[in-house]
C-alpha cells in the first residue's frame, strides 16, 4: 500500500493535502508533515496543506492558501476524514485521483487508493510509517512534527490504541533526529492563565446525568468573557478522563463564526460514534465530534448518550453477575 501511495505522490506535480473540520493537532501535524515530506523528496512538486486553521496550533507550522488549480493534473491526500462531508476545503469529485489516509473506522469510500488503520493511535503513526517504509524524506523539523499529532491523539501514549508499533515508530525518529520532548511538550502543553481559569469554569459548572454522562454548554457569551479561543473547549476534552463518576463527556460549544454549535465528546467505556454518526458526526468509539445547528439539538444527544450509558452500565453488572 506504502509503495502505490508514494508512486501516485512521485507521478503529480500538484498536490493538495486536506483533513476533517474543526482543526485539532494529529490532523493538521498530518497533513503538514507529509506536505514538508513530499516537498523535501520533489522540491519541484506544488503542494498544499489546506483548511481552517487556528492560532491555538501555530507551533505545527503554517496551512496554505489554494486558489486555483487544474483539476485534470492534481492529487488530493485526505488524511485523518473518513467521509467525505467532514473534509475541510476539498471535494473529492474535483480532483484527478484521490487517495485516503486515515485511522478512523471504515465509513465511506471516497474512491482512489485508501490506506486505512484503525488500530494506529493517530494519523501521525500512519505518516511516519509510510515516510519510514518508502522513498519520502524527513528532517527534524518534520519528526517533530509528527509526533505533535501522535502524542495529542494518543493523550501523552494513554490510550490503548498505542501498540508497539507506535513506541517502535517513535523510538526510530526519537533516535535518529533527536528532538527535545521536554521542548516540544512546553510549546503543546503551555497556556495562559485565562484558559486554566476556564477550564475551572467547565469543572464547576459541568452537568452530569443519572447514567455518567457529563456535559456543558459554552455559549460565546463565556467565550468572549474568559478571552479564549472557541476550539479551546473541545481541546480541552481530555483534561477530564478520569473523574470516577463519569463515563462520557462532553463539551458543547457555540461557535458564531461558523453558526454551528460544535460537540466533542469522549468515553471510558460506552461507544459513542455511532451516536455521532446519526448525527452527521463521526470518529472513534472513544472519543467523536458532532456539529449541529442548535443547543437543544445537542441536549437530545446527550440524551441518547445517557441511554447508551445506562445499557452499558446493565450489561457491565450483568457481566460482574455471571462472574461471581
Known amino acids: 500500500m506504502y509503495k502505490e501511495i508514494y508512486k501516485y505522490i512521485k507521478k503529480y506535480n500538484n498536490i493538495v493535502i486536506a483533513r476533517h473540520i474543526g482543526v485539532d493537532p494529529?490532523?493538521?501535524a498530518s497533513q503538514v508533515a507529509l506536505r514538508d515530506s513530499i516537498k523535501l523528496t520533489f522540491p519541484e512538486k506544488n503542494v498544499y496543506a489546506i483548511g481552517n486553521g487556528s492560532s491555538?496550533?501555530?507551533y505545527i507550522g503554517k496551512l496554505d492558501k489554494l486558489e486555483e488549480y487544474d483539476k485534470d493534473k492534481t492529487l488530493l491526500i485526505t488524511v485523518d476524514v473518513p467521509d467525505k462531508k467532514r473534509i475541510d476545503g476539498a471535494i473529492p469529485d474535483n480532483f484527478d485521483f484521490v487517495i485516503k489516509i486515515d485511522h478512523h473506522p471504515f465509513i465511506e469510500s471516497f474512491g482512489?487508493?485508501?490506506c486505512i488503520q484503525d488500530t494506529a493511535c493517530s494519523a501521525c503513526e500512519i505518516i511516519m510509517d509510510l515516510i519510514l517504509n518508502t522513498k519520502l524524506e524527513c528532517n527534524k523539523e518534520?519528526?517533530?512534527t509528527m509526533y505533535y499529532g501522535?502524542?495529542?491523539?494518543?493523550?501523552?501514549?494513554?490510550f490503548n490504541?498505542?501498540?508497539?508499533r507506535t513506541f517502535n515508530l517513535v523510538s526510530i525518529y526519537l533516535d535518529k533526529y533527536k528532538f527535545d520532548i521536554k521542548e516540544l511538550y512546553q510549546k503543546m502543553y503551555l497556556r495562559p492563565l485565562n484558559e486554566v481559569k476556564f477550564q475551572g469554569y467547565i469543572s464547576e459548572n459541568l452537568v452530569l446525568t443519572d447514567n455518567g454522562v457529563a456535559y456543558i454548554d459554552i455559549t460565546d457569551d463565556i467565550i468572549n468573557k474568559y478571552k479564549v479561543d472557541s476550539a479551546a473547549p473541545g481541546n480541552m476534552i481530555n483534561d477530564f478522563n478520569f473523574i470516577n463518576e463519569i463515563l462520557v463527556w462532553a463539551t458543547i460549544t457555540e461557535d458564531v463564526k461558523s453558526g454551528l454549535i460544535r460537540i466533542s465528546i469522549r468515553s471510558?467505556?460506552?461507544a459513542i460514534n455511532k451516536v455521532a454518526e446519526a448525527h452527521n458526526g463521526g470518529g472513534h468509539k472513544m472519543a467523536s465530534g458532532v456539529r449541529t445547528q442548535t443547543?437543544?439539538?445537542a441536549h437530545i444527544i446527550m440524551n441518547e448518550l445517557d441511554r447508551v450509558c445506562e445499557q452499558y452500565i446493565k450489561e457491565n453488572r450483568l457481566e460482574e453477575e455471571n462472574d461471581n
Not at 161 to 164: H, I, K, L, R, V
Open 112 to 114: 482512489g487508493l485508501e
Open 161 to 164: 490504541t498505542c501498540g508497539p
Open 56 to 58: 491555538k496550533f501555530s
Open 268 to 270: 471510558r467505556g460506552p
Open 295 to 297: 443547543f437543544e439539538e
Open 142 to 144: 518534520i519528526a517533530e
Open 150 to 158: 501522535l502524542i495529542s491523539d494518543s493523550n501523552r501514549f494513554l
Open 26 to 28: 494529529d490532523a493538521m
